[in-house]
């Protein structure tokens, strides 16, 4: 399969249930399993967010939630995590292994960012070619703009996503390609005296 095929698949993974990934408890924590290689495929990833985790605190501490295997992401590609009621998240791995997630969605009209192309540690809007930072979900100039970035991390082969959590980097809008200014004609400068 080629990989530009292979930017836009999206994943099928059971996340565990809110109440276990919200548990305080090592154990419950740690029950939730990423799903085996067959289990992944042009499907969808349907993730019980960690709702309750991000109650009551400001600033909740990260709700780590497993949702794959890093080589379950093909280099400079993306896979998406589906959120039943919630926005769809994008997991990129760029070519050096780097691993981001960013809500799946360019800020400048919607599109989906898991079907665009990645280079470094940018990803390339697929409907109007917008270049988002991986690492901060920025839109690059003369755009302006930001996509949510997901706190993500890989820990022995596993990406790891941070669920609970309300995302960093920006606050939600749709962004903007700024205007160009427009120059008005001076009047010449008379020089009679």
Known sequence: MDTSTMNASTMAI????????????????????VAEPSAISSGSVHAQAAAAGAMGASHPAPAWTPVCGVEDIPRAGARVVKRGGADDIAVFRASDDHVFALLDRCPHKGGPLSAGLVHGHAVTCPLHGWVIGLDDGRAQAPDEGCSQRIAARVEDGTVYLDLAGHGHGCSQGQGRRPTPKLRTAQP???DSP
């Open 14 to 33: 059971g996340i565990a249930n809110a109440s276990a990934a919200a548990s305080t408890d090592a154990t419950a924590s740690a029950g939730s399993a």
């Open 188 to 190: 010449a400068a008379d």
